[in-house]
DNA sequence: GGTATCGATGCATCTTTCATGCACGCATGG
DNA sequence: CCATGCGTGCATGAAAGATGCATCGATACC
């Protein structure tokens, strides 16, 4: 599917809002609320819009801590690789993970409720995995902007 | 405001998936639709649910470049901090931009087309940022998980 | 130039979903 | 024991979503 800029206008404005009722975008893209029904069903069925979310408000619920977390492995291979990669994936307080090229072999996004949490997370779960040679980690002292959106560019 | 189980396991259930119905989302969870809308309704006003977002394929789209940048600037001072901070909002290729303690002052999560668009973004407007003392990129090879999903506990 | 064909669009309609008034049940406190 | 208040489910009117249909515009072909 190629989006026209129709399309892309679509989602821009559902990565900022994505409970906007196709009235409401259909004001905002210049274009009637069926077709913007439609095209998002297309958008959908095309995987271009892979969901919609709900985002939460983390410090309200008690989520004081945030940190990313550069991990570095004993050696590589598949297998230690897919074996730490699988952990991570189990890891709830494990938002987001990558592996990645650089100084680091991942770095993971992690959020808790407390100090008390992080240690525990870091001392009794992360460097007992028999893969991890090292850990360093980096506090959020202040969240800049988080929006998770991708920086469509609509050409007017 | 109070969140019970009932209001935690909506909120769990609207993270994974935000176009539930409240017909959907009184069978995960065991309440009536009309209930499921007043609760949601009220995690709203109460800005626990802060926003409903769609989720674009990045791949599909063209952005090819994931990079985890870590940023030291000159000197620490209000006026060379804020000046940073305000330039990093306005630069859409930034998904995500953190204040963190450790090695580095800043973590940037940027999302790029291509490797020139990178180069151009390193070279060309983050380095001739006059605060900015030292940057280092590590780039996103895989990714293991993008949740942005808290670990809300529900107790059952 | 004329015409046929195909996809995209807007309107109208039907269906689904949402929002809310109401009565009931349950708990707590007088 | 009764009164009060909050949370709940049911039922109804309002809003939003999905879709058939006729039309419009563009392209291709004769």
Redo the contacts with the bound molecule.
Sequence with gaps: MVP?R?DLRIMKALQKNGA????ELSELIN?????C?????ALEAAGLIEGYHARLNAKELGFSIRAIIRVNLRMHGQESDKEFSRWVERQEEVQSAFSVSGDADYVLDVRMRDLDSFSQFIHERLLIQPQVAQVRSDFVLKILKDNQALALSTDG
Tied chains: 1, 2.
């Excluded at 274009?31 to 077709?35: G, T």
């Excluded at 029904?37 to 069903?41: M, P, W």
Aim: no cysteine; proline share 0%.
């Design positions: 026209d129709f906007l009722t196709n009235g274009l009637s609320a069926s077709q029904s439609r095209r998002r069903a």
